[in-house]
């Protein structure tokens, strides 16, 4: 409740957070919110993923795909019936990310230096970008030096120019990147239905960038699933958790306050 531009109140809080991975994740990130003065009765926790979804289709149930430095899939009927396919972890769940893109991108590159494949023109961008000569350097850049998962990440744009510039190994990564992310959506849908024409929304800042990555994509999920409705999103997700705050208020999330949440989410 603001008053003389300043919060007086806390009346209900939605926390939607990429490192909620358990049930016991979640209470301990809920305990430090109550033990900040938060009402206990008003407070829930969940997975970032859920607040995409909220904020990306105002609201209303279906499916968001989460495409950025990671990756992952969420399904939500109006019911409260949820299910999510991958975004499980790098090491086993991470397909079509921009941690994924990049780290292919470096296999191939050392395939390419190595004579096992003919090389392209993303054995060099790939050198550039680590600051290397050579396919010598890699151990020690890697390893010795070291790449955080962001790092490596960042390197996902470098890979979509080179496919839109017309490198052949760079497309068939996009290529491979869209599909594992389709079936993602396909999945979802197939293990919990939203609705008979399912709602997709695709978040995150590699798959919201209007590039050649994102247009494959689209057209991977209409092949595996041509009955989705593809939407732009409506809102960012930090306008989910408050929509989703909002109904813990015991303020119904009607289309009035979906408009005055996409004209100023604060």
Same mark, same amino acid.
């Given at each position: 409740?603001?008053?003389?531009? @300043? ?20 209470? /301990? +990130? ?11 009765? @008003? ?13 990306? $289709? ?22 409260? !019936? ?8 790098? #090491?086993? =769940?991470?397909?079509?990310? &921009? ?7 470096? *296999? ?19 050198? @550039? ?5 050579? *396919? ?10 070291? $790449? ?6 960042? +390197? ?14 760079? !497309?068939? $990564?996009?290529?491979?990147?869209? /599909?594992?992310?389709?079936?993602? *959506?396909?999945?979802?849908? =197939? !293990? ?11 978040? &995150? ?10 247009? #494959?994509?689209?057209?991977?999920? +209409? !092949? ?16 989910? =958790? ?14 009035? *306050?979906?408009?005055? #949440? ?5």
């Amino acid at each position: 409740e603001p008053s003389g531009g @300043r919060v007086t109140e806390v009346r209900a809080a939605f926390l939607g957070m990429a490192g909620v991975t358990s049930a016991g994740t979640a209470a /301990a +990130f809920r305990d430090l919110a109550v033990q900040a003065g938060l009402d206990p009765a @008003r407070v829930e926790v969940d997975h970032d993923i859920r607040i995409a979804l909220a904020g990306g $289709l105002g609201g209303r149930p279906g499916i968001a795909l989460i495409v950025g430095t990671g990756s992952s899939c969420y399904g939500r009927t109006a019911e409260g !019936r949820h299910w999510q396919t991958g975004g499980w972890g790098s #090491l086993v =769940a991470d397909e079509g990310s &921009g941690y994924d893109l990049a780290r292919r991108a470096m *296999v191939e590159a050392v395939r390419m230096a190595d004579g096992r494949v003919q090389p392209s023109g993303l054995q060099d961008a790939v050198f @550039r970008w680590l600051g290397v000569e050579g *396919v010598s350097g890699i151990l020690a850049r890697l390893y010795e030096q070291g $790449l955080e998962r962001d790092e490596i990440a960042a +390197f996902a744009p470098q890979v979509v120019q080179l496919a839109t510039d017309g490198d052949p190994v760079a !497309r068939s $990564l996009l290529r491979a990147g869209a /599909a594992d992310l389709a079936e993602m *959506v396909a999945a979802n849908h =197939a !293990r919990l239905p939203t609705s008979e024409r399912p709602e997709v929304v695709v978040t &995150g800042g590699l798959g919201t960038a209007p590039t050649m990555y994102r247009d #494959l994509i689209r057209e991977a999920v +209409f !092949r595996l699933l041509p009955e989705a409705r593809w939407c732009e999103p409506e809102m960012e997700p930090v306008a989910g =958790a408050a929509l989703l705050a909002l109904g813990l208020g015991g303020i119904p999330p009607g289309p009035d *306050v979906v408009q005055r #949440l996409r004209e100023d989410p604060r």
